[in-house]
């Protein structure tokens, strides 16, 4: 038996290789920019409700947003994205008021967050607070 190779069969082998690591170094590509771009649009949401709270008011985005929560000016739909903020920003000074907010109620599907404060949302941020490590937390220290 020859145990040489055909050039032609190594130069096959050789294509394929670079082509298979050409694929999967995009792939990763791709995902780490889906990621960013995830983690940006999450900043945003977060950005975009605690400037509204603070520039009504004028404290500390955690505390506005608990004064938002708790204003009658402001919508449910606004409510809600506050509770998930706080959440997302995973400050203790939200436990009190969050864990008032928690009814433990069976919400029907599909939750209406234009209608009522959503308990999965109130249950998710205490757990998101409470949790020891949320991977988008290290991004509100300069808001």
Not at 28 to 55: D, K, Q
Not at 57 to 75: G, H, K, P, Q, R
Not at 121 to 136: C, D, G, L, Y
């Amino acid at each position: 038996m020859n145990t040489e190779e055909k050039p032609g069969s190594l130069m096959k082998k050789t294509s394929l290789r670079k082509f298979i690591l050409s694929v999967i170094l995009i792939g990763l590509a791709v995902l780490i920019i889906l990621f960013a771009v995830s983690l940006r649009m999450i900043y945003t949401g977060v950005e975009s409700i605690c400037e509204i709270a603070s520039n009504k008011f004028e404290t500390d985005n955690v505390e506005a947003l608990i004064s938002l929560i708790e204003s009658d000016e402001f919508s449910f739909k606004q409510k809600n994205k506050a509770i998930w903020a706080l959440g997302q920003i995973g400050d203790r000074r939200a436990l009190p008021l969050l864990r008032k907010l928690d009814t433990d109620e069976i919400q029907e599907k599909p939750l209406d967050s234009d209608k009522y404060i959503v308990q999965y949302s109130v249950e998710k941020a205490i757990r998101q607070i409470n949790s020891n490590f949320i991977v988008t937390r290290w991004m509100y220290h300069r808001l």
